[in-house]
RNA sequence: GCGAAAGUGGCGGAACUGGUAGACGCACCAGACUUAGGAUCUGGCGCCGCGAGGCGUGGGGGUUCGAGUCCCCCCUUUCGCACCA
């Protein structure tokens, strides 16, 4: 053992005979009780691994460790989504050709991970650009097209008509081009789509399931996304026409206060208005204005314009108008509602502006007295109403209806207009079908074949995959890039052989992620995606660990794509995922000084800032220490792969060593928190590891003379106890927070158990038997559980301790704890005189409440507020505290 | 606007089902060892007070022998949704 610790020479002394012994390696076996997937999501191959990263794959890394301790058969994978934009974007700055960019930066990263120490199984890797992996992307799609699950629809796409291309929502943001600044306009293609609203229903009921390991807030951010809606539709006839105009309400109970129809600007009724120029021209500026909104979707106010043309409610049988308002979505329902402004806030507010009638229909369910009825033929009810009134309660001034509970009427309402038909009862949701289309080059090729004579043809299962060319033009503009390649879109008919044309669009990439940690079970099968019973070895994942900005996008489709898997009989369960955990970001001050090329900015290392912060903690002053002037000061910005501005882990490896790196951000925060970046902790973490390192080294030749049993080791005196139940309790503790993923307290606790390790007053040479075996069992549970967090440096202070064949394939087990020993002997109680604290008591822990109760009277600075006082009670809590109430 | 979560020292954060607030660490202060240290070790470190003691978990009220924890009102922050009919 060297005299100090080393951590780069330990790190790369350890990560060698990982990957030579391959420790990580594992193969289905053993029990399925006894196996632990733990699964963190993919990276994107940027290039550079950043801290966020390294705080993900820390918290998956302990915890498989940690299983694996306990025995556990763990797979522990890792890919890379590598699909995706930046490499095209690489192909049109500087010209490398995708494929090559994308591998190098997976080897620079896989090489990154590895000096991380982090214990993956890379014989397992995929990758969503290679040929092997999205072959089954497009296996998939065709089950899909099978099923009918597979549709191609004209949609709206963001169209630079600058550049003449498309754009992601990303790069439209603002209405304007993100290269260019034209003005983005909505244009439609035919696209792909997944009808994952087929099962819209399943994704809500079965979250059920995973309620107990799913962060609330993302099962919430997932429900209110498939936004579902119970209701019904109600036709409007629309007065001397044919036509009938369609709402969609949740509240048909309120119908008789409908005091018009309103649809949207573009609704097809506005082409039989009298004033349809009117019309078109408000749906042209509505149109124009929210393109130019900063934010998308922002609530604009509410305006509209009267159509001239007047609906009959089939209830009421009333004539009232119909308006187009900048409030209703064409997008949503059927894109008109009823207005009833009484009973709704944006009916209310429209109502207000435009001086529309206000009818009062429902009333709050008072038990003293009945609702007042109203005189129907006096339009304006609004009798004190200064906002609607938007509960359920008992209708009134509606026909037949009145009296009726609105839960009833709603019910039995829609069933009327069923009956009579002129409605239905009908459920809707927000959810959209999903639009696979990219009229990209980097993707999977979505596996069809235009024929002039077939039509769309799929391409069959044995030609896949369907290969994208090595080549092709990257200009950033016009169609995917694929289309200029005459190579790839030339084919013939798989069905007639006549000259064919290949569909240019590439599948969105959150298809590759859908599925790809059910190929690590089987990442070679050529024959499948995957084999089944591999799958259903590992699968479900028992851990899943990565950001929350995945809470809808991701998370969703991989629930759909897993029930629509289930459904072709690949898997057997509804849930791919039985826990989540969502870990915070990795955050960054970062200080700025504008420079003197216009637009470009100095950037300082945050250590090298002073900072004077408000009350609320915001900073209000920096300065820059190494000169003594004030520079400019940047809010905290999110570090990541886009922000140049990240710290770099490599920086942190070198000074700190990977082990200290990774132990730090574990420590520095509970996982689900933002990390605020301060690199003046890590120092912290390093000098723990320093300590444990300099403890063993101090102790190392004595404990190879320790007794190998309890019995050998003769009786403990006090202090040894002490130390025994400090490890035990350490154990327990530790134990436990893994379980929750509570690691900032694990590692508390470890510190804590070193702590005690160094106030151990016996020497190594004169420590006795007893003595030894104390600290030999207390070091070596610090070890072992040290290992998940610096597994480099357990296994280097495992072998010192004299063990051999390394932590896992020497067969080393996570420590367990004897209870007994965790419990302490004597407990210090706390004794309050009228609820302050006014002295404490050592007794045995063992106690009774009488015993515990004299010995806090007893106490003299007790006795100082007590004196002289009537004891009306005392309260004891066993091995807590004694209140004693005096008067 | 609606919904959710959260407000604890200078900072990150502990505190099990109501029971010793501030564990652990960072920063800071003092001392030791050093030619030196931004290394290491020892001690201190919520606020006020010489002290006894008092105050203290965003603010106000309540329940209780006892409240960071439970209840009510308010404030602030973060996140999500944002005209979803």
Redesign the pocket.
């Known amino acids: 053992m060297d005299e100090k610790y080393f951590p780069a020479k330990i790190e790369e002394k350890w990560q060698q005979r990982w990957e030579e012994s391959g420790a990580f390696e594992v193969e289905a076996g053993a029990a399925r009780e006894k196996r632990f997937y733990c699964l963190e999501m993919l990276p994107y191959p940027s290039g550079f691994l950043h801290m966020g990263h390294v705080r993900n794959y820390s918290i998956g890394d302990a915890l498989s460790w940690f299983r694996r301790l306990q025995g556990y058969n763990v797979l522990h994978p890792m890919g890379w989504d590598s699909f995706g934009q930046p490499a095209e974007q690489a192909a049109i700055k500087r010209g490398v050709m995708p494929r090559e960019w994308t591998e190098q930066n997976i080897e620079h990263m896989r090489a990154q991970f590895k000096r991380m120490g982090f214990s993956f199984d890379w014989r397992r890797e995929v990758a969503a650009h290679r040929p092997d992996y999205y072959k089954w992307d497009q296996w998939f799609f065709l089950r899909m097209l099978e099923k009918g699950l597979a549709y191609k629809k004209v949609s709206p796409v963001n169209w630079c008509p600058a550049e003449g291309t498309v754009l992601s929502n990303e790069q439209s943001s603002g209405g304007v081009c993100w290269r260019c600044g034209a003005a983005v306009e909505k244009r439609d293609i035919e696209q792909w789509f997944l009808r994952i609203t087929d099962y819209a229903e399943q994704l809500l009921a079965d979250m059920r399931e995973i309620e107990a390991g799913w962060p609330?807030?993302v099962l919430?951010?997932q429900r209110?996304?498939i936004?579902k809606?119970s209701?019904a539709y109600v036709d409007f006839q629309i007065k001397d026409t044919a036509e009938r105009v369609r709402?969609?309400?949740?509240?048909v109970d309120t119908i008789y206060g409908a005091n018009a129809v309103v649809v949207?600007p573009d609704h097809p009724v506005v082409e039989r208005s009298p004033v349809r120029e009117d019309v078109r021209r408000f749906a042209e500026r509505v149109r124009a204005e929210r393109a130019a909104a900063r934010?998308p979707?922002?609530?604009?106010?509410?305006?509209g314009v009267n159509t001239g043309l007047m609906a009959v409610n089939p209830f009421s049988g009333d004539l009232i108008p119909v308006w187009a308002g900048?409030?209703?979505?064409?997008?949503?329902?059927?894109?008109?509602?009823?207005s009833?402004p009484a009973h709704?806030?944006?009916?209310f507010?429209f109502a207000q502006k435009y001086s529309l009638p206000i009818r009062r229909v429902i009333e709050r369910i008072s038990y003293e007295q009945p609702p007042a009825e109203r005189d129907p033929a006096v339009e304006d009810q609004s009798v004190a109403m200064h906002e609607a009134f938007t509960e359920y309660g008992i209708l009134v001034s509606s026909g037949d209806w009145s009296g009726k509970l609105s839960e009833d009427a709603i019910r039995e309402m829609g069933e009327f207009a069923e009956s009579r038909g002129f409605g239905e009862r009908a459920v809707?949701y927000?959810l959209r079908d999903w639009g696979v289309s990219r009229q990209r080059f980097w993707g999977a090729p979505i596996p069809v074949v235009y024929c002039d004579g077939c039509g769309v043809v799929p391409v069959p299962d044995g030609d896949l995959p369907v290969m994208l060319p090595e080549r092709a033009e990257f200009t950033g503009a016009g169609e995917s890039p694929l289309a200029g390649v005459p190579e790839f879109v030339n084919t013939t008919c798989p069905k007639c052989g006549a000259a064919a044309r290949r569909e240019t669009d590439t599948m969105d990439t959150f298809v590759d992620s859908s599925w790809y940690f059910f190929r690590y079970c089987d990442p070679k099968n050529d024959g499948a995606p995957f084999d089944g019973e591999k799958v259903a070895y590992w699968t479900p994942v028992d851990q899943y660990i990565g950001g929350?900005?995945h809470?809808?996008m991701h998370l969703l489709y991989t629930r759909f794509w897993t029930k629509f898997m289930r459904d072709i009989g690949l898997v057997s369960f509804n849930e791919p995922v039985k826990r989540l955990m969502t870990q915070?970001m990795v955050v960054a001050e970062t200080f700025y000084r504008e420079g003197e090329d216009a637009g470009s900015r100095v950037y300082f290392n945050p250590a090298d800032v002073d900072v004077v912060?408000d009350?609320?903690?915001r900073i209000r002053e920096a300065t820059l220490i190494s000169d003594g002037h004030p520079v400019s000061v940047g809010p905290f910005e999110k570090m990541s792969k886009s922000a140049n501005n990240g710290v770099d882990p490599n920086e942190m490896i070198e000074a700190y060593g990977a082990d200290a790196t990774r132990l730090f951000v574990l420590?520095?925060?509970?996982v689900e928190?933002?990390?605020?970046w301060?690199e003046?902790?890590i120092?912290?973490?390093?000098?723990?590891l320093?300590?444990v390192y300099?403890f063993v080294r101090r102790w190392r030749e004595a404990l190879a003379g320790a007794p190998a049993d309890v019995g050998a080791a003769g009786d403990f005196p006090a202090e040894a106890r002490r130390l025994r139940h400090e490890t035990h309790r350490t154990v327990e503790r530790v134990t436990n927070d893994f379980e929750g993923l509570?690691y900032?307290?694990a590692?508390?606790?470890m510190?804590?158990l070193?702590?005690a390790l160094?106030d151990f007053k016996a020497e190594p040479p004169s420590a006795s038997p007893a003595e030894l075996f104390a600290v030999r069992e207390s070091v070596e549970a610090l070890v072992l559980m040290l290992a998940p967090f610096a597994p480099h440096l357990a296994e280097e202070l495992w072998e010192a301790l004299g063990h051999v064949g390394g932590l896992l394939r020497g067969g080393a087990r996570w420590p367990a704890f004897d209870e007994a020993l965790a419990r302490k002997e004597e407990?210090?109680?706390?004794v309050?005189v009228?609820?302050?604290?006014?002295g404490?008591v050592n007794v045995p822990a063992d106690a009774s409440e009488e015993a515990t109760r004299e010995a806090a009277l007893a106490d003299e600075?007790v006795r100082?507020w007590t004196e002289g006082k009537q004891v009306v009670?005392t309260?004891v809590?066993p091995g807590?505290?004694v209140?004693v109430?005096v008067k």
């Open positions: 609330e807030r919430t951010m209110n996304w936004g809606s209701g709402v969609f309400t949740t509240r949207a934010e979707g922002a609530a604009e106010e509410k305006e900048n409030y209703v979505l064409t997008e949503y329902g059927t894109g008109a509602v009823m009833v709704d806030e944006r009916d507010e809707t927000r929350v900005e809470a809808v915070g912060r009350d609320k903690g420590f520095a925060a509970p928190n933002d990390l605020r301060q003046a902790g120092n912290g973490a390093q000098n723990f320093r300590r300099a509570r900032n307290t590692v508390a606790a510190m804590e070193l702590n160094g407990v210090e109680i706390a309050q009228n609820g302050k604290l006014r404490r600075r100082a009670k309260v809590v807590r505290l209140n109430v």
